[in-house]
């Protein structure tokens, strides 16, 4: 209140020499008494006296009034229109704008920070976790992944083993076998795995003594296993010269169409040996002069398996010309004959060769 002003019912009494002018008070000088008249500021807002659109807001001021809008709407040629916050970028991912404000959220694999516009990343592997094995977080998101052996399932969450014998049958040399995870490779009897894991090696049980032959018999390795063979018997009319050859004496007169000689002959080849494959070869341990020798199979090659190709004047290989499955056995008798022109003489020697036949191609 004015110094020169005094409260007074209705207002103030001031006493003044001069006229007393504010935008907030309306005084009435009285020039007889130069007592002025200020009368307090009227409310046009509460008393509805206002020219505010419907659409705005009233406020009091200081002898007059001003037309505004509440938040989130702005002022356009007298009308209240509402703010499109979302026009302006306002949320960091997903906003939806409302009469007078706006709300934001955010996209899956985000939560909402506390200033209600940025989102952050969720870490759904430390939150909840959904993988069966495991969990890898990305930005909005999470991948699944399995462990070595493992395979992702169509939901993207579960892993189910992967049967790594079913990729490739070269996986292992014999057999696969799946497990959970993983696999392994398995021999079968006779055969050890190597250190590659996939290989089998022929375990020679003659040389680990891992045999049942009986004293009398010789144990005789094959691919995957071994033979006891039975001394050699001569029968009549021949007659034994060492452990393997027998022999048929010229003076006896049984042996006149016999061959002079059978040397018994072992060995072994794996199945499905592919061909045509030199396997055995033969020659005279002698040459006599207007002598030469002609190489054939006697016996025991009624499937066309072998033939004798010479290849030389005094030696022939045995050739195999079709794959040969085991386990098998074949007897071949491989004749060298003797033809001299010269002392007119015709004989013949026989190696019979016992083939062993693998049951395994290794």
């Not at 002022?75 to 009469?99: K, M, T």
């Not at 061909?275 to 070869?281: G, L, W």
């Amino acid at each position: 209140m004015p110094d020169n002003c005094v409260k007074i019912s209705g207002g103030y009494r001031c006493v003044a020499a001069f006229i007393f002018v504010n935008q907030a008070l309306s005084c009435f000088m009285f020039h007889a008494l130069m007592v002025h008249f200020c009368i307090s500021d009227i409310d046009e807002c509460a008393s509805e006296s206002h020219q505010c659109n419907p659409t705005q807001i009233c406020i009091n001021t200081e002898g007059g009034y001003t037309c505004s809008c509440t938040e989130g709407y702005w002022l356009l040629e007298g009308q209240c229109l509402d703010i499109d916050e979302c026009r302006y970028g306002y949320c960091q991912q997903l906003c939806a704008n409302v009469p007078g404000s706006y709300s934001c959220t955010c996209n899956p694999g985000f939560t909402l920070n506390d200033d209600g516009r940025s989102c952050q990343d969720v870490n759904e592997c430390t939150t909840q976790n959904p993988c069966v094995q495991n969990c890898v977080n990305t930005y909005g998101s999470f991948l699944c992944r399995c462990d070595p052996g493992y395979e992702l399932e169509a939901d993207g969450i579960s892993c189910s083993d992967m049967d790594e014998c079913s990729f490739s049958e070269f996986l292992c040399q014999h057999q696969c076998v799946n497990e959970p995870g993983s696999y392994y490779c398995s021999c079968p009897p006779g055969y050890v795995l190597l250190d590659d894991n996939r290989s089998c090696q022929d375990i020679n049980e003659c040389e680990t003594r891992n045999f049942t032959c009986t004293t009398q018999q010789t144990c005789f390795n094959i691919q995957g296993g071994y033979k006891c063979l039975d001394p050699v018997k001569c029968e009549d009319p021949y007659i034994q010269i060492n452990d393997n050859r027998c022999m048929c004496p010229v003076e006896n007169p049984g042996c006149r169409d016999q061959p002079f000689t059978i040397l018994y002959r072992d060995m072994d080849i794996m199945s499905g040996r592919s061909v045509p494959s030199d396997i055995f070869q033969m020659q005279a341990t002698t040459r006599f002069p207007g002598a030469y020798y002609i190489f054939q199979i006697k016996s025991g090659n009624e499937g066309r398996e072998f033939y004798m190709r010479q290849t030389g004047p005094i030696s022939a290989t045995l050739v195999m010309t079709r794959p040969v499955k085991g386990p098998r056995t074949i007897l071949l008798d491989l004749e060298m004959i003797t033809v001299n022109t010269v002392i007119n003489f015709r004989g013949s020697s026989v190696i019979r060769l016992r083939i062993y036949v693998s049951q395994y191609p290794f």
